[in-house]
C-alpha cells in the first residue's frame, strides 16, 4: 500500500524489532495519540496529567476486559516539536513478540491505522520539519556499514547538502532575473542580459559547484554503499579460509575435500574503514558434477559484478595450464593475485612468481591464511586497488544516486543556456526555460518539486516503525 500523502488520520507501529530484548516501542502520531493513549494506559499515579515530553509509569491494559497486559513507561509528546510535528505517543513496553502485537492491536482498536514504510518521516518531511535529502539521509543513517559512512550521512541530515543547493539556486535565480528582465524589456535587452557575465558566472562559478558534488558521489559512495569482493580460485587453494579470516569467524565450510563449496556465500564485513559484501565462490575447475557445474557458472558471474576479484594461488603445488585458463577468466576484472599457502615448506613460490613474470604481473602479495602471514598487508592492499593507491580525502556532502540524477540534469540544462548564450543574437526566452529548469532539478534534490510517484518511491524503502 503506497502512503498518503496528506494523512489526517492517526498512525501506530511497532518501532523496534521483534524478537527478544529489553525494551520495545510502539509509536503513535496524530490527532488522537493522546486520546488513544488514556484509552488502553492507567498510569501508577491516578492525577497524571500527561504534561508533554513527560515519562509516565503505568500499565497498559485492555479497555473491553480490564486486564493488564503489560508494566510500561509512556510519553505524550505535544506537536509540533516531536519528530512528525504532530501530536505523538511512544510506549516502552517489555520487548516480547506477543506483548508488543498485543499492544499495538489495542491501540489500532482505539482509533488508530497502522502505518506504511516510512510514514513517520514522510509525514516528518510533508510538516516541514526536514527536506527530502535529509528524509533520505535518515535511512542511510540506519543503513550505515561503516562509521564514514555514518558521517556521511549525518552531515546530510544536519543540513550540509541542503544549505549548498539552496545557495546555487539562489545563484541561478539571480541570473534568471537577469534574463527575465530582458525578456520585459526587449528594447534594451543586450544591456541587461550581459551574455559575457552570465557565461562568466555559470560556465566558472555554478556548473563548477556542481561538478564538485558529483565527483564527492564517485569518491563517496564507497562508503556509503560499500564495495563487492569476490574471492576466485581453484577448489582448495584457501578461499572459504580465507574467507572465515576477514569475516573474523567461521562462517564457510573449510575441508580438505575439492569442491566443497558449490555455491557462492555472501556475507558483509568491515576492511580499512570499507564496508564490504565478501563473496566466497565455488572452485572453478572442470567437473561433471551437475551441481558443481551450476556453482562454477555463478561464479564466473559474480566476477561480472565484483569491484575487486582476489584471486587465490596454491603455491604448495607447481604452476599450471589450469591457473593460466581460470586467470584468462578473471583477467579482464579489476583483480589482486594472493598467493597462499608460503607457511608450507617446501613450496614453489619463486616458479609461482617466475610464472607471475610470464603473465605481466607484477603487482601480487604473498601470503599464509593458515599461520596469517602478511594478512595485515592485505587490507591495506585491498583499499590501495580501490582508492586508486592513495588516501582519499573524504567530501564533506555526498549526494545519493538519486540527487546526482538530478545533479547531472542542472549541469545539462546550464549547458544548453550556455549554447545560446554565445550565440550572435541570443534568445532570453530559451536562456530563461533552461536556468528554470535548472532549478527545477536542484528543487528535487531538497523535496521542494516532488511527485507522488517519487515520494512512494523514496519512502517504501524504510522500514515501517520509521
Request: proline share 6%; charged share 30%.
Amino acid at each position: 500500500m503506497e502512503p498518503k500523502l496528506y494523512p489526517e488520520d492517526t498512525i501506530a507501529a511497532i518501532a523496534t524489532p521483534l524478537g527478544r530484548g529489553a525494551i520495545g516501542v510502539i509509536k503513535i502520531s496524530g490527532e488522537a495519540s493522546l486520546s488513544i493513549l488514556k484509552r488502553i494506559f492507567r498510569p501508577k499515579n491516578p492525577k497524571a496529567s500527561f504534561q508533554s515530553h513527560r515519562l509516565h509509569y503505568g500499565f497498559i491494559v485492555d479497555p473491553e476486559t480490564e486486564k493488564v497486559i503489560d508494566e510500561v513507561m509512556a510519553v505524550y509528546m505535544q506537536k509540533p516539536k516531536t519528530y512528525t510535528k504532530e501530536d505523538v505517543v511512544e510506549i516502552y513496553a517489555h520487548s516480547g513478540s506477543f506483548i508488543l502485537k498485543k499492544i499495538l492491536e489495542l491501540v489500532l482498536k482505539a482509533g488508530a491505522r497502522p502505518a506504511q514504510p516510512g510514514e513517520f518521516t514522510l509525514r516528518a518531511y510533508l510538516n516541514g520539519r526536514i527536506d527530502l535529502s535529509q528524509a533520505e539521509a535518515i535511512q542511510e543513517l540506519i543503513s550505515a556499514k561503516s562509521e564514514k559512512a555514518l558521517q556521511l550521512s549525518l552531515n546530510v541530515l544536519l543540513g550540509k547538502l541542503s544549505e549548498k543547493i539552496n545557495q546555487i539556486k539562489e545563484n541561478l535565480l539571480d541570473l534568471l532575473a537577469q534574463v527575465e528582465s530582458a525578456i520585459d524589456f526587449p528594447e534594451e535587452d543586450l544591456e541587461i542580459l550581459s551574455p559575457p557575465l552570465l557565461i562568466e558566472k555559470i560556465s566558472s562559478q555554478i556548473i563548477p559547484e556542481l561538478e564538485k558534488l558529483i565527483k564527492n558521489y564517485q569518491e563517496g559512495k564507497v562508503y556509503k554503499e560499500g564495495i563487492s569482493l569476490v574471492i576466485a580460485g581453484k577448489p582448495n587453494v584457501g578461499k572459504s579460509s580465507l574467507m572465515n579470516v576477514l569475516l573474523k569467524e567461521e562462517r564457510a565450510i573449510v575441508t580438505p575435500i575439492p569442491g566443497t563449496t558449490r555455491d557462492f556465500l555472501e556475507e558483509e564485513a568491515t576492511i580499512e574503514g570499507l564496508p564490504v559484501k565478501l563473496i566466497d565462490t565455488a572452485g572453478i575447475r572442470p567437473t561433471e558434477d551437475p551441481v558443481e557445474k551450476i556453482g562454477v557458472e555463478r561464479a564466473k558471474n559474480k566476477f561480472k559484478e565484483a569491484d575487486l576479484i582476489l584471486f587465490l594461488l596454491d603455491v604448495s603445488s607447481p604452476p599450471s595450464e589450469e591457473e593460466r585458463e581460470i586467470f584468462e577468466e578473471v583477467k579482464p576484472y579489476p583483480h589482486l593475485i594472493l598467493l597462499n599457502k608460503i607457511d608450507l615448506k617446501p613450496n614453489y613460490l619463486k616458479d609461482w612468481e617466475k610464472e607471475l613474470a610470464n603473465w605481466k604481473i607484477n603487482d601480487y602479495l604473498a601470503i599464509s591464511v593458515k599461520d596469517g602471514t602478511n594478512l595485515d598487508l592485505l587490507g591495506k592492499k585491498i583499499f590501495e586497488k580501490i582508492t586508486g593507491g592513495k588516501e582519499p580525502e573524504i567530501p564533506e556532502v555526498v549526494p545519493n544516486l538519486r540527487q546526482k540524477v538530478d545533479l547531472e540534469k542542472a549541469i545539462k540544462c546550464l549547458g544548453n543556456a550556455l549554447k545560446e548564450l554565445k550565440k550572435p543574437n541570443p534568445l532570453p526566452e530559451i536562456i530563461a526555460i533552461e536556468l528554470r529548469e535548472a532549478i527545477s532539478a536542484l528543487s528535487e534534490i531538497i523535496g521542494e518539486i516532488t511527485t507522488e510517484d517519487l515520494l512512494t518511491k523514496i519512502f517504501c524503502t524504510f522500514c515501517i516503525g520509521k
